[in-house]
């Protein structure tokens, strides 16, 4: 008969005990074992078990129907269900989600600065509901009317927190008609 887990060698009540035959079996089988997937266990010179010696299967992929392995992705366009939202593209999906809330519908328009040409260097959104900022946008640079720099300050919902700022680098052609806003 023999051990279960590493057949290792037993001496049962029908067997003489001869110490120096039961003591070299006991060892022969545990040296056998030794190193093998399942077996006993040795380490490698840093100390770890080498990964020829352990008896696992890395798990599998996950799906929307299994448990399992997922790659993060910061992607904020993607169908994937293999791949998992972090939180920055998470984060970057809610601020586009606040600005979409935000409707030009409910928004109302203050222009102020106008120079000589007629034209407001800038325009304040506030929301309707609670008069609280939206948004600024202020041209600058160049010479009127021709400005260079359009910058939009967008603001969280509590009108002094500023969201996120854009520059855009304006264009005219030969007519002095906006043509790019980049």
């Given at each position: ?51 020829t ?37 998470v ?19 203050a ?38 720099t ?33």
């Amino acid at each position: 008969m023999a051990t279960s887990k590493l057949n290792l060698p037993t001496i049962d009540n029908t067997k003489t005990a001869d110490v120096v035959r039961d003591m070299n079996a006991l060892a022969n089988a545990v040296d056998t074992a030794a190193g093998t997937a399942g077996g006993l266990a040795t380490l490698d010179p840093s100390g770890k078990v080498p990964s020829t010696q352990l008896s696992i299967s890395a798990p599998p992929d996950a799906s929307t129907t299994q448990k399992g392995v997922v790659q993060l992705s910061n992607a904020t366009d993607s169908t994937s269900e293999t791949f998992a939202a972090t939180s920055k593209s998470v984060k970057a999906i809610a601020d586009q989600a606040i600005l979409l809330s935000d409707k030009t519908d409910d928004l109302k328009t203050a222009k102020t600065n106008k120079d000589t040409n007629g034209i407001y260097k800038t325009i304040t959104y506030r929301r309707k509901s609670d008069n609280s900022l939206f948004a600024t946008s202020v041209l600058s640079g160049g010479t009127a009317p021709n400005y260079t720099t359009r910058t939009i300050t967008y603001y969280e919902s509590n009108g002094t927190t500023i969201r996120k700022t854009v520059t855009f680098a304006l264009s005219y052609d030969s007519d002095g008609m906006l043509v790019s806003e980049v």
